[in-house]
Each structure stands twice: as structure tokens, then as C-alpha cells.
């Protein structure tokens, strides 16, 4: 059984945002999928990933009663009704912080964190037939009794080789919070490090940790997307907090930073700093912040955002792209996404398109009717090919939270597809996830 369509089947070309003229790029937005009309609760932090091979398009988000996925086998068109990863639904443990990915083989892989007993560590389920079953499920058990975690990402590379980086310390009680009361947690202090760990088995088993952050146990990295070079080059952009008190773990707040491995991951270069000295993310931010993505061309692009001040005085939050085009030794700088200046989240996310070409988005709730997600164009030739464009059609509430991410993927006919959490109208407090792809002239 398919889930219902909440847009008209044909395409549709909506307008840009209200307020900027429209360049040269113009977009049109396909049916928009309500994926979670059969899931009661919350719906929240989706997470996607397309098969290049086949076109099919998989969804991974918090919901259903734990972590649930979807898949379209027509484009985006329509959607399979949910169903729960195994391994993360149960009356004695929680799971939460979706992530996904594809390897070569088509073998799906939907990792998510699970926290049982006194640990907390990613959980790796992997389907053989393209997402129909979920036949394998490895933990990533850590050594320590009683340990911290958070926010897993996977990637698989030419070979075979499956990646995950999470955020890990090996003592939970040095972690402590500042939670938003419409969204999650960010961290106050702790012993904060991106570790990876490898699967050579297709997912049946893992290695040891290595540190993608240098300073273990107190490097105050989090949250390590990476991208995988058809060379097998491993690249990460990770969260980098600096840890001021090695005994409490206090820490300042926080730059992006690039690294890369050659051997698997089990060493790391230097790390280098992209964005703007000053340019900083507060330990108050709540949302998952900092995306890499690689275009056909191999050049790299980096999109987060950083909190500060206008020249007002008045607080921002502004969203940020960057560059690279030797292969990460060096970034442009930081260019502005939204043309917002306002102190609300602007949670970015990028993929790479053609040579040259990458798809920045970001979901917001800059306007004050609420929540809604946004794709803007951009060329290393050419700078922004658009103004920030409005993919959804409803609003979300501001005091719902839609998720820390969202998804954003290129497909194989040059469309990109979309996911998102929101709490629109129709649905009053309940946030559902919705899914649509976008054509880009």
C-alpha cells in the first residue's frame, strides 16, 4: 500500500521566495508525499539517500514508535508505507539520530543511536533487496561501561567499505545540556570526540574506534558527515569545540573543520579551519550543524551556520557555503545562503551536482508564519544561479520541533530530492515528514 499524495500528480513551478527577483536558475516542484499519515506521534529528523544505479529513493527518520524508513521506487512519485529498522523499537532502550547510505552493490544501510542499559552506540541494520527487508543488524557496542553518544553518520566506499562516524566519550556524566523548549540539545560541557569505526563484512561486524578529531578523549569534536572519493579518500567536515578545562570539560564555541584519511580511517590529516575568524557556532545551538558534499567534478562544498551579531548590535543566525577545489587544502570564503539576518535556526544542508554545481538547503522558520524548507543553486563560476527558493508549500509551527536535518539528495536524472519534518495546519501539533524532488533549469 502506497501513502497518500498531499500535492496534484502533475509538476508544479512554484514562485521564489517573496521579496527577492528571480536570476537564472528556475525550479520545479514534483508531488509532495506525506510519508507518515499511518504514524501516530511525532515525526521528525529524516535522513535520505538515492541508489544511483536504480533511481530509487530511501527515507530514514524518529517515528512509528522508533526509527522507521520508506522507499520510492518511482522517483519520488510515490511511497512504501513505513516500517520500524529492526533493532529500534523496545520498551527498554531509545533510538533516535537516523542516518543513511548506498553502497556500489545497492545493499541500504540504516544506522541509527541506540541507548541500552548504560551505554549509548550506533546500530548498523542492512537490507540486501534494496530496502524491501532489513536482514542484518550489527551494534557498534563501545569498551566502557557507562559512555556518552550521539549523532551517527555512514557512507560506504568504492570497495565496499562501510564507514560510520559518531560522537563518543567515554564517561557520560562530564556531558551536560542546554535544551531548547522547541527543539533538542546542545552540549554545555563534556568529553566530546568524533570517533569512526569500519565494516569489511558489509555490515556484519566492525573494527576498533579511530579519532577523526585530535585530542582524545577531550578533542570537543561532533557531528563528522563525510563524503568517500571514488579514490577511497575519506572526507570529513566535523564540529570543533574548544575544550577549555580538561577537568570539567568547558569549552568555547565551536568552527568547522576538514580532515581527511587515505587509510581507511585509521589515520587523519591536520584538520583545516573553513569559514571566517570570529565566525563561530554557540554551545546553545541545538540543531546538527555542518554538511560536505561532492560534486562530479570533485570539487567540495561545506554549508553550516554560525551565530553572532548585526551591525545593530541585534543577534543573528546566518547560514554559510564553502568551497574547495583542491580537494580540501583550501576553502573560499564563506558565502552567504539565506538572505536572512534573523537570530533563528537556518539548519544547512548541500549536495553536489553537476561539475561545478551544488544544491544548498536549509530549513528555517525565518518566516514568521513558521517552518519551511528552501533550495538555492549555486555555481563556483557564477556564484548564486537564484534567490532562495521555497520548496514547500505549508508552514510548519515554530514551537514544534521539525527534526536537526533534513534530507537533500541528487538523483541520477539530474532532479533533487527533498525531505523534511514539519507541523503544518492541517495536522495542528503533529509533525509529519514530507518528501518531493525538484527539477533545476
Known sequence: MLVAITAGAGAAV????????????????????????SCAGQNAEVEQAVDPAIGYIYEEWMGCSGIAFARSTDGGR?????????????????????ALAVAPDGTVYAAFMLSHSSQWYPVVAASFDHGATFSQVASLTPPNAKNWGDRDFIAVGPDGTVYVTWDYGPER??????????????FATGDLNVVMQTSSDRGKTFGQMS???????????????????????????YQGYHITDTTTYAMDP???????SNDHGVTWSAPVRVGTQGQTMSLSEWWIDGA???????????????????????ANDLGWLSFSTDGGQTWSAPIQGPSDQLNVPHIMEV????????????????????YAQYLRAFSINHGWLSAPFQVSTQFGDSSVWPGDTFGISTMPS?????????????????????????GVN
Do not use: H
Request: aromatic fraction near 12%; include cysteine.
Open 414 to 438: 539530474g532532479r533533487v530530492a527533498m525531505s523534511w519534518g514539519s507541523a503544518v495546519p492541517s495536522t495542528g501539533k503533529k509533525s509529519d515528514i514530507y518528501a518531493t524532488t525538484v
Open 14 to 37: 512554484a514562485a521564489p521566495v517573496s521579496g527577492f527577483a528571480s536570476l537564472s536558475a528556475s525550479y520545479s516542484v514534483g508531488p509532495i508525499v506525506n510519508l507518515t499519515t
Open 78 to 98: 510515490t511511497f512504501s508505507d513505513p516500517v520500524s529498522v529492526p533493532g529500534s523499537v523496545g520498551s527498554n532502550y531509545n533510538s533516535w539520530d537516523p
Open 254 to 260: 565551536a568552527y568547522s573543520y576538514f580532515t581527511f
Open 351 to 370: 549536495a553536489g551536482g553537476g561539475s561545478g554545481i551544488a544544491y544548498v538547503g536549509w530549513l528555517s522558520n525565518s518566516n514568521p508564519l513558521g
Open 292 to 314: 560536505i558534499g561532492r560534486d562530479a567534478g570533485g570539487n567540495l562544498y561545506a554549508t553550516w551556520d554560525t551565530q553572532g551579531t548585526n551591525a545593530d548590535g541585534s
Open 173 to 186: 556524566t562530564s556531558v551536560t545540556f542546554i535544551c531548547s523548549s522547541s527543539g533538542s540539545c546542545a
Open 211 to 237: 579519532y577523526v578529531s585530535p585530542g582524545f578523549p577531550a578533542s570537543g569534536g561532533d557531528s563528522g558527515p563525510m563524503v568517500i572519493e571514488p579514490s577511497g579518500r575519506v572526507d570529513v567536515l
